[in-house]
């Protein structure tokens, strides 16, 4: 484990670069979306067997996806502080609850409605608010 | 309506541990990273892994009972985030953050709720 005089955690990321990991994490939850969709769409027609996972198109885009979200999080997180970027996370919850109304049907219920809205004014008070 | 066994909401609970020390490895292993190869070092490994095993946990947990007791159990797992951030990072705790924390907490349990 390397020590340097100055810590690597120091919350000393200018307001550019923090903006810069909030809009990278917000755009990244569009992707873990995606993903989290395909692979519901995936697992719907799953069989456990070798030849039908292997060509089970939308469980391996979903995958895909998932490891692209992985990665832009971890960029993000190189520059923004892990308390604010990861609540931010929660914004896919949201499009998931839109994407299902436009894909499946679904209802969206007005107690659900009440909670994305909550959550939505949550992340931009996160990516409003994380400067001192 | 039915009870939610216990067994579901232990798992989901430990999802959401599991999951946030994922988020601290991921954390440790992206301040190290200087270049394409340093992808491949045991913190993010690590990170990745646990977020792995969480989703695991998850997806067991939500098998049987409700989703909207499971769910909100879930963002839990942003708490421990916040308390391990403050912990091992020395990352403050402001108040826009603390705001803006609870409304999300607040929402992932109505969405619990209305689902």
């Known amino acids: 484990m390397s020590t340097t005089a100055s810590s690597p955690y120091a919350s000393d990321a200018s307001a550019v670069e923090r903006r810069r990991s909030v809009i990278m994490v917000s755009s990244c939850t569009l992707i873990s979306a995606a993903a989290q969709i395909l692979m519901k769409i995936g697992m719907t027609h799953f069989t456990p067997n070798a030849m039908a996972i292997v060509t089970n198109v939308p469980l391996i885009a979903g995958y895909a996806l998932y490891g692209v979200f992985c990665l832009m999080m971890i960029l993000a997180l190189r520059q923004g502080e892990l308390s604010l970027i990861y609540p931010i996370i929660s914004l896919a919850y949201v499009w998931v609850t839109v994407l299902s109304y436009f894909l499946f049907h679904d209802t969206i219920r007005p107690l659900k409605m009440a909670g994305i809205l909550s959550i939505m004014v949550g992340v931009a008070m996160l990516g409003r608010g994380g400067r001192e | ?115």
């Open chain 2, 1 to 115: 309506m039915n009870g939610t066994p216990i067994s579901s909401m232990a798992m989901v609970l430990g999802a959401a541990v599991v999951g946030s020390f994922g988020a601290v490895f991921l954390k440790l292993g992206a301040v190290r990273l200087t270049n394409i190869w340093s992808l491949l070092n045991w913190r993010l490994a690590l990170g990745v892994g646990l977020y792995l095993g969480s989703s695991v946990f998850y997806g067991l947990g939500i098998r049987h009972g409700q989703l909207s007791v499971l769910f909100p159990m879930v963002s839990i797992g942003y708490v421990w985030t916040l308390l391990w951030a403050r912990i091992f990072f020395h990352e403050r705790f402001t108040q826009p953050k603390i705001m803006g924390l609870a409304l999300v907490l607040i929402g992932c349990c109505l969405v619990g709720l209305g689902s």
